[in-house]
């Protein structure tokens, strides 16, 4: 589950995808009227993302630099005396042409 910028908790049950190029063109999704305006009903847990649509025409693409930790260890190089035995060799992800929103 995620908001909506500014609108409702959706939830995305169905991806349709082109049968040629396999890319995403439909969401099928749930909306939960009873989150209107960041209402976030008794007994239900807040979600952890908000996400924005972005027209792909309008929007700026850019690279993104996703990280994650560092070390595969709380205490680096404990067990071995060598910290750099611990990097998470997949602690930087890359992602290139991410269409965002220009300013």
């Keep these: 589950k995620v908001r909506r910028k500014y609108a409702y908790v ?3 049950d169905e991806v349709v995808r ?9 969401l099928k999704c749930t909306l939960y009227p009873e989150t209107r305006a960041g209402v976030t009903p008794e007994g ?7 996400v924005q649509w972005v027209e792909a025409s309008a929007g700026a693409r850019c690279r993104v630099m996703q ?3 560092l070390f595969k260890a709380e205490e680096p190089g404990k067990e071995s005396d060598d910290f750099t035995a611990d990097l998470n060799k997949g602690s930087l ?5 991410v269409i965002v929103e220009p300013s």
């Design 44 to 50: 239900e847990a807040r979600v952890k993302g908000i």
């Design 67 to 69: 990280y994650d930790r």
């Design 93 to 97: 992800k890359v992602v290139k042409d």
């Design 10 to 12: 959706i939830s995305c």
């Design 18 to 26: 082109d049968e040629t190029t396999n890319e995403p063109v439909e």
